[in-house]
């Protein structure tokens, strides 16, 4: 079957499902966990070997017996990357069996494209390749317009630059090894909605979701691309950028668009590493805004708490609105019977009775007061606003209310129907049984 030796064994006739579904789980996590490692290891030795023969060439030196035996090693790693990697393929298309999809025995190009497994292993395959191989090396020469020169590169430099989309597998890592994404019931549940949890899916998922894991994906980005762009700038032999710790300020502020123009990358394969690190910096940007957003966005509970705290607080206010209103109307009327009945002792309003042919001119006295207006106006404008809102807050619990009561109208109104037609057609078989009898 070509499971792992440390993998314990067992009778698979004799197990039951669940049984032999953990057993592939655990394969296929093991699998991915030694591939990934394996992978991101033979990749820290090419670095180590490319930094070994940039020191031996500044040196003078022509061969390095370090670097061949780095190379050496970062070629078997990938070589056992690969056998772990044929073990996670194999994992992977037992699992698709036990969920009922009838698939070629083994591990083959049939089997793995009735699995939808095809397209994933072949980028699998390629992201190993590039690879420097021992005791081989060659110039590789690019023309430098900036410069009006060739840059010479190796190709040992040019394979390391490009192992780099090894870091790729991170996110199938964090997927099997670390998070629940992969596990066996949200596959099934994948499955049965048509979503293909692969790297991808992977991806978007923790980029929308967890702000720590961007985080550390902007440091591997600055890294990456700070490396590249002092292994891109290496063959020009002039200005500071062969230095790691000013690759790290050009990146940072090429991917803030701040730019102050103090280094800059003069050779053609340096202004692409650029390039692509400001592409590659807006869209993590973008990113980051959508994580924050919805991170500090409130669900639907919270807001409906935030519109019964508005409520009450509009009706404390609206209280002390209308306090305001009557303890200002009274004042207004004590000033207006205090300058109309001077000559007399009125303290208070207590048996003090308003002839009718004075209530006119009291009202209209009392209504020119002017802080008793602005109360007035004060109170309608916080009215009205309270109640519009209380309108605009109401209106979606109100339209869901209708919609769904109108959804369960309709699916009444179908199985009634349904219903119907079934009646119908036994009707009609029973006539034509009756006919033919």
């Not at 590659?280 to 994580?291: E, F, K, S």
């Not at 209310?401 to 029973?430: F, G, N, P, W």
Request: include cysteine.
């Amino acid at each position: 079957m070509g499971a792992f030796r440390d993998v314990p064994a067992y009778n698979m006739k004799s197990s039951k499902v669940g049984e032999e579904r953990k057993y592939w789980e655990e394969a296929r996590r093991t699998a991915c966990f030694r591939h990934f490692a394996l992978s991101i290891f033979g990749l820290g030795l090419s670095i180590a070997e490319n930094e070994t023969t940039w020191q031996g060439m500044q040196h003078g030196l022509s061969f390095n017996m370090v670097s061949e035996v780095l190379k050496g090693a970062s070629v078997i790693t990938t070589f056992i990357s690969y056998y772990f990697l044929f073990h996670y393929y194999e994992s992977m298309i037992n699992m698709r069996r036990l969920v009922g999809v009838i698939l070629p025995p083994g591990v083959t190009v049939s089997s793995l494209r009735g699995a939808g497994l095809w397209h994933q292993c072949i980028l699998d395959i390629l992201l190993l390749l590039p690879q420097p191989i021992p005791m081989f090396d060659t110039e590789v020469m690019l023309w430098n317009k900036g410069l009006g020169r060739y840059s010479v590169y190796d190709l040992d430099s040019v394979m390391t630059c490009l192992m780099m989309v090894r870091l790729f597998h991170l996110a199938r890592f964090y997927g099997e090894c670390v998070s629940t994404l992969t596990s066996s019931s949200v596959l099934a549940f994948g499955n049965l909605n048509r979503v293909n949890m692969d790297a991808d899916f992977v991806l978007r998922f923790v980029l929308a979701n967890n702000l720590a894991i961007v985080f550390v994906i902007a440091v591997i980005q600055v890294a990456v691309f700070s490396y590249l762009m002092m292994v891109f700038e290496r063959p020009t032999d002039e200005g500071t950028l062969q230095s790691f710790s000013n690759c790290v300020w050009l990146i940072i502020i090429t991917m803030t668009t701040v730019g102050y123009g103090d280094e800059y990358p003069t050779t053609m394969l340096g202004r692409v590493a650029s390039i692509m690190a400001s592409i590659t910096a807006v869209i993590m940007l973008a990113v980051t805004i959508n994580l924050v957003i919805s991170k500090v966005s409130m669900n639907r509970n919270e807001e409906k708490l935030v519109c019964v705290i508005e409520r009450i607080n509009d009706r404390k206010e609206i209280r002390q609105k209308s306090v305001t209103v009557i303890q200002r109307w009274i004042r207004a009327i004590h000033e207006y019977v205090a300058e109309t009945k001077s000559g007399k002792d009125h303290k208070a309003l207590d048996g003090y009775k308003i002839e009718r042919n004075t209530e006119g001119e009291l009202r209209s006295a009392v209504l020119s007061n002017t802080s008793l207006l602005v109360a007035i106006n004060d109170f309608k404008r916080l009215a009205e606003s309270s109640f519009v809102s209380n309108m605009d807050n109401d209106m979606p619990s109100l339209v869901g209310q209708l919609s769904s009561r109108l959804e369960l109208q309709t699916d009444v109104l179908t199985d009634m129907a349904l219903k119907t037609l079934t009646l119908h057609d036994l009707v009609e078989r029973i006539k034509e049984k009756k006919a033919s009898s």
